[in-house]
């Protein structure tokens, strides 16, 4: 029994530690409060720098980094600024980090990526039973217990400060460039426009030279003598050889249409617009390939676009 101020309280010693129990997990399950001050900060540019000198060692890094002015966008997503600071780091330790998970705490956002080549992270797929609706196996790269780790802390309403943890207790080599992608065989393209033949006008025949016509006999014996009406009718052959018929121009042809329907437009835009979004908050490594896939078939289909419009353009000013 203990004792309060205005008299006895019922609760035995049992009961008061079970309460002490509650409360200390109930205050751990709390959201920690602002983040302090615990830890250095440095510009971006020393830590790449630092990161870059020591990317062949074992290293662990954790400070908060103060970024230029602009470097984050008005609006930009929360992942949008994590993988921009995570591309940075991946370009000058040549490791490639996959996002793992994020957790919302107080007043930040932790971000947490693993090293690609870390062993037990990797995705394991079961294959399709038919072989025709099989996707291709990634090629397998090596892995390490390397403990690679990335986390990256976005401050609410805060632009200029983030805080960067990175881990690895073990070197070893870089990504491979191009692994741990699907194979996949792209067409190149057939321009059908060198296939077609020109189609090349009739000129008429080659101009051809006369022949001297046969010698005549004049009374004066003069071996040129040719009689007047033959002298006439070689003039008018040669006026006739020597001029041919003018080629006629090519008319002009409008270029065929295929219409697609409304609803096909629609439903076309509405996976355009959620493959942009993806794209911009990130896409998941096993479709990283099929993306590239996509916007190079859509450069391919722009250019192509371009050039037919500039073609109409030179159709309509022939006209």
Same mark, same amino acid.
């Given at each position: 029994m203990r004792r309060t101020g205005v008299g006895y309280l019922k609760s035995c010693a049992n009961c008061v530690s079970k309460h002490v129990v509650r409360k200390a997990h109930k205050a751990n399950k709390e959201p920690p409060p602002a983040l302090l001050h615990t830890v250095p900060t440095m510009a971006l540019d020393a830590m790449i720098n630092l990161i870059q000198s020591h990317r062949d060692k074992v290293f662990d890094f954790d400070a908060f980094v103060d970024l230029p002015e602009g470097h984050f966008l008005a609006g930009d997503h929360l992942y949008t600024r994590s993988n921009k600071l995570r591309d940075q780091i991946a370009e000058v330790t040549l490791f490639h980090w996959n996002q793992k998970k994020s957790t919302r705490g107080g007043k930040s956002t932790v971000v947490t990526y693993h090293c690609a080549q870390l062993e037990?992270?990797? %995705? =394991?797929?079961?294959?399709?039973?038919?072989? *025709?609706?099989?996707?291709?196996?990634?090629?397998?790269? %090596? =892995?390490?217990?390397?403990?690679?780790?990335? *986390?990256i802390t976005i401050i609410d309403d805060n632009d200029r400060l983030v805080r960067i943890r990175i881990t690895h207790a073990e070197t070893h080599p870089p990504f491979p460039e191009g692994a741990g992608r699907r194979v996949i065989e792209i067409e190149e393209p057939v321009d059908i426009r060198g296939s077609v033949m020109m189609e090349v006008h009739d000129l008429g025949p080659a101009p051809v030279q006369m022949a001297p016509s046969p010698s005549t006999t004049s009374p004066s014996g003069d071996d040129d003598f040719a009689p007047a009406s033959e002298y006439w009718q070689q003039t008018q052959d040669d006026h006739h050889i020597h001029l041919p018929p003018e080629p006629e121009m090519e008319s002009y042809q409008e270029p065929r249409h295929v219409y697609y329907s409304p609803d096909q437009l629609s439903a076309l835009h509405r996976n355009f617009n959620a493959i942009l979004d993806m794209a911009s908050r990130g896409v998941p490594i096993e479709l990283d390939g099929a993306f590239q896939y996509v916007f190079k078939g859509i450069n391919q289909v722009a250019d192509e676009?371009?050039?037919?419009?500039?073609?109409?353009?030179?159709?309509?000013?022939?006209?």
């Open positions: 037990g992270e990797q %995705t =394991r797929r079961t294959l399709i039973d038919d072989p *025709k609706r099989r996707r291709s196996r990634k090629e397998k790269i %090596t =892995r390490y217990h390397c403990g690679g780790w990335l *986390k676009v371009r050039q037919s419009e500039i073609g109409n353009i030179s159709g309509r000013s022939m006209r």
